[in-house]
């Protein structure tokens, strides 16, 4: 169960950069965190479900 959570929580974190990253290229800094986009949305709720699957693996792995 660890295993996965953390598979989850290191994927979710990649996509979450490789959108970032990607937006900061094509359109700049100051673009990259604009609500209307959908690339904006994504990587957000990404990067929010990296945030919750790793406080749930640490969760797990105290336990």
């Given at each position: 169960m660890e295993q996965v959570v953390f598979?989850?929580?290191?994927?979710s974190l990649a996509v979450a950069l490789i959108l970032f990253i990607g937006r900061v290229l094509t359109s700049?800094?100051?673009?990259?965190f604009e609500m209307k986009s959908k690339?904006?949305?994504y990587m957000l709720s990404s990067f929010f479900?990296?945030?919750?699957?790793?406080a749930l693996y640490i969760l797990i792995s105290n336990s």
């Open positions: 598979i989850i929580s290191i994927l700049g800094l100051g673009k990259a690339s904006t949305k479900l990296y945030i919750i699957s790793f």
